[in-house]
């Protein structure tokens, strides 16, 4: 089964309007992290925004935020006031919680969405 | 400035041939990681690195090799046992292997298999 799943391949939104991109996950952890990256052309994978499970308020940066629906399990960016500079493939990504067995401490995975084009036309 | 570099930024492989991706991290994290995107793909997981002289395997490590000597550095080799390895290489880093760790990613290689 899909652990993250992004329903659009290609957005479009006019500048100095407000998108929304969405993002659904699935796990079984109680703790885990939610994280959207932006790519541009250049392919750079540049932070955006981090949203933990147990944060009781929806994350800010600047013109990002993260619509966070614990119970629909779903992590929507949305952007604010778009820019041309805006125009990227966005990922969003889940990392659940290292765990610590027999054989040692084992990694929180980080695992990739297929990621939404963003256009913003002028 | 603090920060990731790869290099280098496109490379050209002839079939059968092993090249070695550089990474270097000056942010003092001790987790790095290497990752492979195709065209219209998200990001897999290839070896991780948690600490020094250690690493694991991710969902596709086959054809792969990798070191860890020195906390700043993971290069990554793409032995002529991988099949198909023209694909965009991208190296990372976070503070530890935590849930809540923010990975940091570096400028990637592009990598071409003639």
């Known amino acids: 089964a899909q652990k993250i799943t992004q329903t659009q391949p290609g957005m479009f939104v006019q500048e100095k309007e407000a998108v929304t991109l969405d993002c659904t996950y699935d796990?079984?952890?109680?703790?885990?992290?939610l994280f959207w990256y932006k790519q541009p052309s250049s392919g750079e994978m540049i932070f955006l925004i981090y949203q933990g499970s147990y944060d009781q308020q929806n994350a800010t940066e600047g013109r990002y935020s993260l619509n966070f629906q614990k119970a629909r399990k779903s992590a929507n960016l949305v952007i604010s006031a778009s820019q041309l500079g805006d125009s990227a493939m966005y990922f969003c990504a889940m990392r659940e919680a290292s765990r610590v067995g027999a054989g040692g401490t084992s990694y929180g995975k980080l695992t990739f969405g297929q990621g939404t084009i963003l256009t913003v036309h002028p | 400035d603090g920060g990731i570099t790869q290099s280098p930024k496109y490379l050209f492989r002839k079939e059968g041939q092993n090249v070695t991706l550089s990474c270097e991290q000056n942010?003092?994290?001790?987790?790095m990681y290497w990752y492979r995107q195709d065209p219209g793909q998200g990001l897999r997981l290839i070896y991780y690195s948690q600490i020094v002289n250690d690493f694991q395997k991710g969902d596709i490590a086959e054809g792969y090799s990798v070191s860890r000597e020195k906390k700043e550095s993971f290069p990554l080799t793409v032995t002529s046992a991988q099949k198909n390895p023209t694909a965009f290489y991208l190296c990372?880093?976070?503070?530890?292997?935590?849930?809540?760790?923010?990975?940091?990613f570096g400028p990637g290689t592009r990598l071409t298999v003639l």
């Open positions: 796990t079984s952890d109680p703790s885990y992290g």
């Open positions: 942010l003092n994290h001790d987790a």
């Open positions: 990372a880093s976070s503070t530890t292997s935590g849930s809540t760790d923010t990975q940091y």
